[in-house]
T-cell receptor, first 115, second 110 residues
Framework: DAGVIQSPRHEVTEMGQEVTLRCKPI?????LFWYRQTMMRGLELLIY????????DSGMPEDRFSAKMPNASFSTLKIQPSEPRDSAVYFC?????????????FGPGTRLTVL | TQLLEQSPQFLSIQEGENLTVYCNSS?????LQWYRQEPGEGPVLLVT?????EVKKLKRLTFQFGDARKDSSLHITAAQPGDTGLYLC??????????FGAGTTVTVRA
């Protein structure tokens, strides 16, 4: 069974450009989480969805960030316009309500560099 | 401010030695998880503990959940170079969110 799939794996862009990160959760999982990881701040939860509905977006840093989940098998995280301080590794994770105790399965991450 | 404090931040030991990583909080969690992350990859779940005082063993790794469900420890016996990685603890809440610690970077030298 395929795990969480993220694309692209690496993204280099210039300040001011729009960036779109993509995630395909594990089939059957009804929770999807977007995280950002930096050396300074560690792993931070940005937003999470349950059954394609955003539940908590309090971790989204500012209006430049937006996330959507149009169906159970696809989610996007968009940054517009991007800034150098957005450089980080962005992870998508999924979990199942029927699973045990919030266990989350992470994708390989997208390393974003904003020049 | 993170809810979970991990210590030490960095740990470098020789192959065959033992090590312990600590995870502490003032909050009570419904569950406590440990993940290991290798460079260029996402965190991978090692174990979940849910009962105060619970001890789980995974080969050479021993995980303990504090009686009050606020703290946890990870002990590795006879560490091997393959144990090298970033170890993250995460506290679980009823709303399915996890709060992660900053992590402990473990390096096992051959």
């Amino acid at each position: 069974d395929a795990g969480v799939i993220q694309s692209p794996r690496h993204e280099v862009t210039e300040m001011g450009q729009e960036v779109t990160l993509r995630c395909k959760p594990i089939s059957g999982h009804d929770y999807l989480f977007w995280y950002r990881q930096t050396m300074m701040r560690g792993l931070e939860l940005l937003i999470y969805f349950n059954n394609n509905v955003p539940i908590d977006d309090s971790g989204m840093p500012e209006d430049r960030f937006s996330a959507k989940m149009p169906n159970a098998s696809f989610s996007t995280l968009k940054i517009q316009p991007s800034e150098p301080r957005d450089s980080a590794v962005y992870f998508c994770a999924s979990s199942a309500r029927s699973g045990l105790y919030n266990e989350q399965f992470f994708g390989p991450g997208t390393r974003l560099t904003v020049l | 401010t993170q809810l979970l404090e991990q210590s030490p931040q960095f740990l470098s030991i020789q192959e065959g030695e033992n090590l312990t990583v600590y995870c502490n909080s003032s909050s009570v969690f419904s569950s406590l998880q440990w993940y290991r992350q290798e460079p260029g990859e996402g965190p991978v779940l090692l174990v979940t503990v849910v009962t105060g005082g619970e001890v789980k063993k995974l080969k050479r790794l021993t995980f303990q959940f504090g009686d009050a469900r606020k703290d946890s420890s990870l002990h590795i016996t006879a560490a091997q170079p393959g144990d090298t990685g970033l170890y993250l603890c995460a506290g679980g809440f009823e709303d399915y969110k996890l709060s992660f610690g900053a992590g402990t970077t473990v390096t096992v030298r051959a």
